[in-house]
């Protein structure tokens, strides 16, 4: 069974564009789950989609959005970059239970030059 | 809204001796806890996870959590380290009512020194 794909793995943009990642769940998972992970601040949570509804938000700006999609891909997207957005992001996919554990993908590097 | 805590940056450990990484909790409810590993440019992976029942809990390369409801807490265990075990930890929570999201902890790095 394939795991959780992301891409980019690793990406370098400049402050003020906008960025879009992507996570491919594993197959008959649901619901995706975005991370941004930091050395200070660890797992920070965004944002969860199940069956192409946001179900939970995290403490982020606007600037940070996402989507998931009929087949339950999931982007994420963050327009006007600002330096202290460089992190690890991190999806992670489960079936949707409360119970469940989550399956993260390797992550996609953003560093914001 | 839940919380986890771990107190330690980081742990040091001789290889062949019992490990520690704690963490403790808040949450309204019984809680969900869960155990990953990080290793270095990889995503996390899963150890345990404890649910409900016996309160120790064993998992993946020889890893168990003991869960303790007085102290909110479910520290990591493993008998006896191995330099390998050298990694990031983090103990998450999830609250049993409705769909909230697994909360995780600010990670603990252990080093296994051989």
């Known amino acids: 069974k394939a795991g959780v794909t992301q891409t980019p793995r690793y990406l370098i943009k400049t402050r003020g564009q906008q960025v879009t990642l992507s996570c491919s769940p594993i197959?008959?998972?649901?619901?995706v789950s975005w991370y941004q992970q930091t050395p200070g601040q660890g797992l920070q949570f965004l944002f969860e989609?199940?069956?192409?509804?946001?179900?939970n938000k995290g403490n982020f700006p606007g600037r940070f959005s996402g989507r998931q999609f009929s087949n339950s891909r999931s982007e994420m997207n963050v327009s006007t970059l600002e330096l202290g957005d460089s992190a690890l992001y991190l999806c992670?996919?489960?079936?949707?239970?409360?119970?469940?554990?989550?399956?993260f993908g390797e992550g996609s590097r953003l560093t914001v030059l | 809204a839940q919380s986890v805590a771990q107190p330690e940056d980081q742990v040091n450990v001789a290889e062949g001796n019992p490990l520690t990484v704690k963490c403790t909790y808040s949450?309204?409810?019984?809680?969900?806890l869960f155990w990953y590993v990080q290793y270095p440019n990889r995503g996390l992976q899963f150890l345990l996870k404890?649910?409900?029942?016996?309160?120790l809990v064993k998992g993946s390369y020889g890893f168990e959590a003991e869960f303790n409801k007085s102290q909110t807490s479910f520290h990591l265990k493993k008998p006896s380290a191995l330099v390998s075990d050298s990694a990031l930890y983090f103990c998450?929570?999830?609250?049993?009512?409705?769909?909230?999201?697994?909360?995780f902890g600010k990670g603990t790095r252990l080093s296994v020194i051989a």
């Open positions: 992670a996919s489960h079936s949707g239970s409360n119970t469940g554990e989550l399956f």
């Open positions: 197959s008959g998972h649901r619901s």
């Open positions: 989609y199940f069956s192409e509804t946001q179900r």
């Open positions: 949450v309204s409810g019984n809680p969900y």
């Open positions: 404890y649910i409900t029942g016996d309160n």
């Open positions: 998450a929570v999830r609250g049993p009512s409705g769909n909230t999201p697994l909360v």
